[in-house]
């Protein structure tokens, strides 16, 4: 696959110790400007792979693939420097990318993201009021004394999402202090794996690719890492630790494999996550009917229950779920941020994301990236099965992913693939779990309600045009052409 | 032009979906407004909950007719009512912890894979009761109430009905999940077809389940009608007329494959289980001979009925023919085709399971 790309660069390494060093020197200095600024500052002495075009919003239509390619061979043998095109910043179409709509979906702006949410939850507090009873019995005599209904309506949505609050962030009926937050623990506690899964998404996000596969990643984590915690028996300490590894590499081998099919076969990246998903889930089937998995003298397909050396320990006593794992997460999230935004790997990670042809003229190892960015995807999303089986579950079930592997794409999509964006669109989901549980004992409103949510979220995240238009925000007077829906995503390119 | 003609369609669609929706109001809102009064007060004080598993109470299995049982109770006992789905198995801790919190005097659970976090917050929670569906625990646990059934006895008489019944000489069976609660169906069914076979010296077949190796035909999930009527199919193709689907849900690809066969002038029958599938599964009933059923609403009635009158107990509650608690149902439609004296063995085999003459054994019965 690269190897067209090899006679350019005779050492095979366009990113060798020095310019890492010197890169990151300029990073230091440079730490409020974008990746974009600093890159096109800084010549490293790396190839130009990018085009002025790119850094300007309302350019016109970018320029054919032949003419990327000259400039890239052109600069390539240069000594011009990078220029890290981080996918947040692309607008509009890539040269030869044949996912911008892929693209498009993942960079819509920050307010696209907050507006996507709010609109989300008025919809979703139409339909509370739509099913609630006492709607339905004041719109039979609409007409007779319409406050009825319009006090139905609005107390039928205040009152779940007042629940939902009060499921997920304060509780002010709670038992002292402890009992007032004990719902903001159960949203982190919630939020751990959606953070960490959606992490491993997002990153292969940022290197173009899609991977739906962190479900079965977390599965097969969680199998080794349950096994290592049931069934040896080790001192504090070590044992979770070997866990915690166990977990990563499990996910790791479950991610990376994915991206060794893609590099060598070019097999595509959905497919595979798909059937492997299939695959970790059956293959944990299988192994809940083992022995080895069984809790002894029993039939049901569950495992025993991990050795407290095992689990992680809870930060704020029994009394909350809130585990180790989450301050781990914390940490993850640094990494994550640091990986992609400081680091050679990272940056070759945006490059293919951005453009694999010219990543790949400029001399970068677009298998090597591939494999590597999914083993790293699969290692966060391993970190959610050990979340799962070590934090909150303590047994392997046929259900220990639960549905994190898929909310976990929701998640990076919220989060525009960027580490924090992730990380604070995992709280965000965390919190949705964690309140419609009151929300569902309270007000008794269904818990598909905050799963309509959900896809509405992700539905309107995916049309940044309609919720612009809903709140108003397109630009208005334009001429014709540039009020069409090609040029409304190159106007949403620059927040990143 | 082209963008404003656009625009005007888009209003134009808009103010006639918002006439339609003001219409439908207009029609629908013209009624009396009602007096003020207080609306109707519960009775006790006593709180009923429910924690279902991920099947959520719309399964039309074990985690619907609980809940139809604790609603019963809300109506004929007067009790207030809580109820939560679990999504997942992540779901099911915190909505334990928040039933307790929302002081539920008696929680139910609903499946095995709730044990564990049934029994933690038993352990923390000594002052509450819990009841759990489908759950036998090694130790008894002073406050939580298992409800479990042996349901063997009632399939064993579906099986017997069955061989009794068929005109090809093959059966067939096959289940949702590998799970306990499932092979335990499928055990019944063969000890019941073998029974028939060495009473009467007949050799009638039965496919997918070996109750030997404990191995036969899985769908792997409660959902996918299609697997069920894909295997259903293969069973009438390898001659088998009575197939007992023990899957739930999927249950109903079983019976479109049999409608299709029927509808082809072959003479095939269902046995429906968990609930009596005339009533439940009416689109089925030409072809449904029996049901198995489970009688889950009734036992959480009662769980409920002691609970509040003071007289819980950590004793088992066991399902079996002699309660009630299993039963076969009746055959309905097909009440002139079971002839007198199949049904005066299948009322024999009734008496002597019950009376322990004739034992049923299944590796999932429940361990009392």
């Known amino acids: ?496 | 032009m082209k963008i404003s003609l656009r625009a005007n369609v888009k209003r134009g669609s808009l103010a006639g979906v918002a006439s339609v929706g003001a219409a439908a109001l207009l029609l629908t809102g013209c009624g009396p407004a009602p007096q003020a009064g207080s609306p109707s007060a519960t009775a006790s004080d006593y709180t009923g909950c429910i924690v279902s598993d991920s099947g959520g109470f719309d399964d039309q299995s074990f985690n619907q007719s609980s809940y139809e049982g604790l609603k019963k109770s809300e109506k004929d006992l007067g009790i207030k009512v809580n109820q939560v789905e679990s999504k997942t198995n992540n779901d099911f801790e915190p909505n334990l912890r928040a039933m307790v919190s929302a002081g539920c005097n008696l929680t139910i659970t609903v499946g095995f894979l709730l044990g564990d976090a049934t029994k933690a917050q038993a352990a923390a929670n000594a002052d509450k009761h819990f009841a759990i569906i489908d759950v036998g625990y090694d130790k008894p646990i002073a406050n939580v109430k298992p409800i479990i059934y042996d349901t063997a006895q009632a399939a064993f008489m579906a099986g017997y009905l069955a061989a009794a019944s068929t005109k090809t000489g093959t059966v067939a069976t096959f289940g949702g999940i590998k799970l306990p609660t499932v092979t335990i169906f499928m055990d019944g069914y063969a000890d019941g077809v073998k029974y028939y076979n060495e009473k009467k010296g007949k050799s009638v077949k039965l496919l997918g389940w070996d109750k030997a190796k404990q191995d036969g035909s899985f769908t792997d999930d409660f959902e996918k009608q299609d697997k069920g009527k894909q295997l259903t199919q293969n069973f009438l193709d390898q001659g088998a007329d009575i197939v007992m689907p023990v899957a739930g849900p999927v249950g109903k690809g079983a019976g479109a494959a049999l409608k299709e066969a029927k509808a082809a002038g072959k003479d095939v029958k269902l046995i429906w289980v968990d609930s009596d599938g005339f009533l439940t599964a009416p689109d089925y009933k030409d072809i449904m001979l029996s049901s198995v059923m489970k009688q889950m609403g009734s036992a959480v009635e009662t769980v409920v009925k002691e609970d509040k009158d003071g007289k819980f107990t950590s004793e088992p509650y066991v399902g079996t023919l002699a309660n009630d608690g299993v039963q076969l149902a009746p055959f309905h439609d097909f009440d002139s085709a079971v002839p007198a004296d199949v049904k005066s063995e299948l009322d024999q085999i009734k008496k002597d399971i019950v009376d322990g003459k004739l034992k049923v054994e299944s590796a999932a019965s429940p361990k009392a």
Do not use: C
Not at chain 1, 15 to 26: Q, W, Y
Not at chain 1, 248 to 254: C, K, L, N, Q, S
Not at chain 1, 318 to 327: A, D, I, N, P, T
């Open chain 1, 1 to 496: 696959m690269t190897d067209q790309t090899q006679p350019h660069h005779p050492d095979g390494n366009p990113s060798g110790p020095d310019a890492d060093k010197h890169e990151a020197d300029k990073h230091d200095t440079d730490k409020h400007h974008t990746d974009k600024h600093a890159a096109d500052k800084h010549d490293a002495g790396r190839p130009h792979t990018d085009k002025p075009h790119a850094d300007r919003h309302h350019a016109p239509k970018p320029a054919d693939e032949e003419t990327a390619a000259v400039v890239s061979l052109d600069t390539a043998g240069g000594a011009m420097g990078p220029s890290a095109v981080p996918a947040t910043a692309q607008s509009g179409k890539i040269p030869g990318g044949p996912e911008t709509l892929v693209r498009r979906i993942f960079t819509g702006s920050g307010t696209v993201s907050v507006l996507a949410v709010l609109l989300a939850l008025i919809l979703g507090g139409l339909l509370i009021a739509l099913t609630d009873k006492q709607v339905g019995a004041t719109a039979s005599y609409l007409l007779a004394r319409p406050t009825d209904f319009l006090s139905a309506v609005w107390n039928a949505a205040t009152r779940s999402y007042v629940a939902l609050f009060q499921g997920s962030v304060f509780n002010p009926r709670g038992g002292g202090i402890g009992g007032q937050f004990a719902p903001l623990m159960e949203t982190l506690t919630i939020a751990t794996p959606l953070i960490t899964a959606g992490l491993g998404v997002a990153l292969a996000f940022r290197a173009g690719l899609f991977n739906i596969g962190a479900q079965g990643q977390i599965i097969i984590a969680g199998i080794l890492a349950a096994w290592t915690g049931f069934a040896l028996h080790l001192p504090v300490g070590l044992h979770l630790l070997l866990v915690l590894v166990a977990g990563i590499i499990g996910g790791a081998f479950w991610g990376g494999l994915v991206g060794y099919l893609k590099a060598r076969t070019g097999a595509h990246e959905v497919i595979l996550t798909i059937m492997f998903n299939y695959i970790a889930l059956y293959l944990l089937r299988y192994l809940l009917n083992t022995p080895a998995f069984r809790r002894p003298g029993e039939s049901n397909p569950i495992s025993p229950i991990l050795d407290p050396s095992a689990v992680y320990p809870q930060i704020f006593g029994s009394q909350y779920r809130l585990h180790l794992g989450f301050l781990l997460a914390i940490a993850i999230t640094v990494f994550v941020w640091w990986l992609l935004n400081r680091s050679t790997v990272g940056f070759e990670f945006r490059a293919v994301g951005a453009n694999p042809k010219a990543a790949q003229t400029a001399g970068i190892n677009v298998s090597r990236s591939t494999i590597l960015v999914m083993a790293i995807a699969g290692a966060l999303a391993g970190l959610s099965g050990v979340a799962q089986v070590a934090g909150t579950e303590k047994v392997l079930t046929d259900g220990v992913a639960a549905t994190y592997g898929f909310d976990a794409i929701t998640v990076a999509l919220l989060g525009r693939s960027t580490p924090w964006g992730t990380f604070a669109a995992g709280l965000l989901f965390g919190a949705f779990r964690a309140g419609a549980v009151q929300m569902q004992i309270q007000t008794g409103t269904p818990i598909d309600i905050v799963l309509v949510v959900q896809s509405l979220i992700v539905l309107f995240i995916a049309a940044p045009p309609l919720v612009r238009a809903v709140f108003g925000l397109n630009p208005r007077r334009k001429k014709p052409v540039t009020a069409g829906k090609s040029k409304t995503a190159a106007t949403t390119g620059g927040a990143a």
